[in-house]
């Protein structure tokens, strides 16, 4: 899946993700817009999740994403900037 393809998903966020999200100052519209502009993706340590590679505020942040394929959407897992 090339990673322009997670934005034409409708996505969907987990209780931990709008929790985590909420202590971030990310706001869902945030997550959505930046999944818009994702620049690379890559598997994530847990199986069937991918990391995708993204940025906000010209910072370069992390959206975990878990593919329902079945619902055609992407579940979000989380999102974090990155430190460096």
Not at 13 to 18: G, I, L, M, S
Not at 40 to 68: C, L, T, Y
């Amino acid at each position: 899946m090339r990673s322009s393809a997670f934005h034409l998903r409708k996505a969907s966020f987990t209780p931990h993700a709008e929790l985590r999200m909420e202590q971030r100052g990310v706001m869902e519209v945030d997550v959505r817009a930046m999944l818009e502009r994702a620049t690379a993706f890559e598997p994530s340590v847990v199986e069937g999740r991918f990391m995708i590679h993204v940025a906000r505020n010209n910072r370069p942040w992390i959206v975990i994403v878990e593919p329902d394929n079945d619902a055609s959407l992407v579940v979000v897992v989380t999102a974090y900037e990155v430190s460096k």
